[in-house]
């Protein structure tokens, strides 16, 4: 089964701080995902990556910057942190091929910005 | 655009019987593939089940099926012999192939299963 980690389970930080949540996979998939999760949105998309050194705009990339320094690891970057960024960010990992792959997901980050 | 809307926002149940979730897609692709998965109390998300755009038959697993309406852009997640370990948020998902490795999630339909 596939393996993919988030660290920290829970943050509290403060507003205008900076936050680095992070993903690792064990899996060699190539694609990774950072969404995040609210009440009556369901599962949004921040960014996404299809491999080391790439980063991909997702729907609502404002705000976030992600980072993809390794096949294993993508992180997502709270520069400046606000209210509005509190909430629950899953990752998740899947292969590349031709669309029908299902995707690997880890336990979710509660942050949460005072 | 890609776009998928569930607007069941809670379901309740009983335990044995048979439920349904709705959920409508919005694409331009001619092809694209739909999924469900499942979010329990936990909070883990696990995939469910799938259906490829270009297949007519409808997709089983277990005691899931789907019910896939084309024309109507919709697909339906039945489960049958519901248990109460079914209780958990169901997501409804759709990736097309003009970008096929981005998936677009519902906002989810909570199921309750009452014994």
């Known amino acids: 089964e596939a393996a993919v980690t988030q660290s920290p389970r829970n943050k509290v930080a403060v507003t205008g701080g900076k936050v680095t949540l992070s993903c690792n996979q064990t899996?060699?998939?190539?694609?990774m995902y950072w969404y995040r999760q609210d009440t009556g949105h369901g599962l949004r998309l921040i960014h996404y990556?299809?491999?080391?050194?790439?980063?991909e705009k997702g729907d609502i990339p404002d705000g976030y910057k992600a980072s993809r320094p390794s096949q294993e690891n993508f992180s997502l970057i709270l520069e400046l942190a606000t209210p509005s960024q509190t909430s629950v960010y899953f990752c998740?990992?899947?292969?590349?091929?031709?669309?029908?792959?299902?995707?690997?997901f880890g336990h979710g980050t509660k942050l949460s910005v005072l | 655009a890609q776009k998928v809307t569930q607007t069941q926002t809670s379901i309740s149940v009983m335990e044995k019987t048979t439920v349904t979730m709705d959920c409508v897609y919005e694409?331009?692709?001619?092809?694209?593939?739909l999924f469900w998965y499942k979010q329990t109390a936990s909070g883990e998300i696990v995939f469910l089940i799938r259906?490829?755009?270009?297949?007519?038959e409808n997709a089983t697993v277990g005691h899931y099926s789907l019910n896939f309406q084309k024309p109507k852009s919709s697909i339906g997640l039945i489960i049958t012999a519901t248990q109460i370990e079914d209780s958990a948020v169901y997501f409804c998902?759709?990736?097309?192939?003009?970008?096929?490795?981005?998936?677009?999630f519902g906002s989810g339909t909570k199921l309750t299963v009452e014994p």
């Open positions: 899996n060699n998939h190539n694609n």
């Open positions: 990556s299809y491999g080391a050194g790439s980063t």
């Open positions: 998902a759709m990736r097309g192939m003009s970008n096929y490795n981005v998936l677009y």
């Open positions: 998740a990992s899947g292969p590349s091929g031709t669309g029908n792959e299902r995707l690997f």
């Open positions: 694409t331009q692709d001619s092809s694209y593939f």
């Open positions: 259906q490829d755009s270009y297949k007519k």
